[in-house]
């Protein structure tokens, strides 16, 4: 998987206390399923646990049937 720190660019907010740091983490979990999260890394935040949603814990997977470009 990987790690990407996006940075807001200077520009007018529609709504206003827009979040000037992301952090955008991604999962090849399987060929055919990739993850992506999208956080604040400077304030942490209430996820709902759920017993069906688990940390995954396997190996990056090969053979994609799909790209993701950033």
């Keep these: 998987g990987f790690e990407a720190t996006m940075r807001r660019l ?5 709504f206003g206390n827009d979040i000037q740091t992301v952090l955008l983490t991604g999962e090849y979990q399987t060929k055919n399923r990739f993850r992506f999260k ?12 759920h017993q069906h ?16 470009e950033l």
């Design 10 to 14: 200077p520009a007018p907010s529609l």
């Design 38 to 49: 999208i956080t604040d890394p400077n304030a942490a935040r209430f996820e709902v646990p």
């Design 53 to 68: 949603v688990q940390p995954f814990k396997g190996p990056m997977a090969s053979n994609l049937n799909y790209k993701v």
